[in-house]
């Protein structure tokens, strides 16, 4: 690669512009340095100055593999293009590698395998109310620069206190929140294929690969389905009823109405029906028992109607 070109590259990347194909080629280059013999020497004290800047600048405390990296680039800064521009590409080879949390940090998971509501208190002083036969796990300590968190079945409402570190929520289909201080919403079931964010009070910022990123205000919902994404609104009443001990449901699809259950009783169903249709609303105390939420959804529903059978701790919908 030519010396313009290369710098052309560079100030894309650092402006977010670089297509796939162009930051494949840039990463292929960082790679390629060690073999690289044309490039000029470098004195040792002009290696170690340069060193020292990019640790300083990128890296305050980082492992062996990342100050050999920081030094390939010094050595190609030093010549060809300003330290600025070298070090924020490698800060973003560092960040696309590691984007939710420091490997080797200790995790504590939060199984709540109870019909009742478990609150727990993160090491921010945050507060997470973890549903029932939910799933979530979280460092001991947070790192100076995050507070991650991840969901792994069920339904989580986070009220976040203000830090100048992010605080995200990643579930396993890889939907990622992220917010300063605020209040949402994470509903996410593996088996159903489903994730779902819902704001209370502040803004969320939403990514997921393959789709745009999204910001999302008070009473707004993402919904993500297998190859869809689908936004709407939400009444504040509606969003914090479970966390109230209730269960409102307006308008939802089959979808959502199983979806509803699994939460709040731990079922997993099966069903050949098409999910996406149906119009049902439930408002109703969390304390019933799921056989008398059933009957209630019997005698409601319609478009389709539905009937549910047990069958070895599974609910078939038929």
């Known amino acids: ?6 710098l052309l590259l560079l100030e894309k990347f650092r402006q977010g512009a670089c297509s796939p194909e162009e930051e494949a080629l840039l990463y292929k280059w960082l790679d390629a340095l060690d073999a690289e013999d044309t490039l000029p020497a470098l004195s040792a004290d002009e290696i170690q100055t340069i060193k020292m800047n990019m640790q300083e600048q990128i890296w305050p405390k980082t492992v062996n593999r990342y100050r050999r990296i920081g030094l390939r680039i010094a050595r190609v800064a030093a010549v060809i293009v300003p330290l600025v521009i070298s070090g924020y590409f490698v800060q973003r080879f560092f960040h696309r590698n590691h984007r939710l949390a420091p490997a080797g940090m200790a995790w504590q998971t939060v199984k709540n395998n109870s019909g009742q509501l478990q609150k727990i208190v993160l090491p921010d002083q945050s507060v997470a109310v973890v549903g029932p036969y939910s799933t979530i796990e979280y460092p001991t300590h947070f ?11 069920g339904k989580a409402f986070f009220d976040v206190v203000k830090d100048t570190r992010p605080f995200s929520v990643e579930d396993n289909s890889g939907v990622r929140t992220t917010v300063l201080g605020t209040s949402f919403t994470v509903e996410a079931s593996k088996s ?3 994730s779902r ?3 209370a009070t502040g803004k969320v910022q939403v990514e997921q690969k393959g789709f745009a990123t999204a910001v999302l205000g008070p009473s707004q919902r993402l919904t993500f389905r297998e190859q869809s994404i689908e936004k709407d609104s939400i009444a504040a009443t509606d969003l914090l009823a479970w966390t109230n001990g209730e269960i409102i449901l307006r308008n939802a699809t089959l ?6 259950i699994k939460n709040q009783y731990g079922i997993t169903t099966t069903t050949a029906l098409n999910t996406n249709q149906g119009n049902y609303n439930l408002h109703i105390p969390a304390t019933m028992t799921l056989q008398e939420v059933l009957d209630i959804v019997e005698k409601i529903s ?4 539905i009937q549910f059978t047990m069958q070895d701790k599974q609910l078939i919908v038929n």
């Open 1 to 6: 690669m030519d010396k313009g070109t290369l």
């Open 255 to 260: 979808q959502e109405l199983l979806l509803t």
């Open 302 to 305: 319609y478009r389709p109607k």
């Open 192 to 194: 159903m294929h489903i």
């Open 143 to 153: 790192p100076d620069d995050a507070r991650p968190v991840k969901i792994r079945e």
């Open 197 to 199: 964010i819902a704001v």
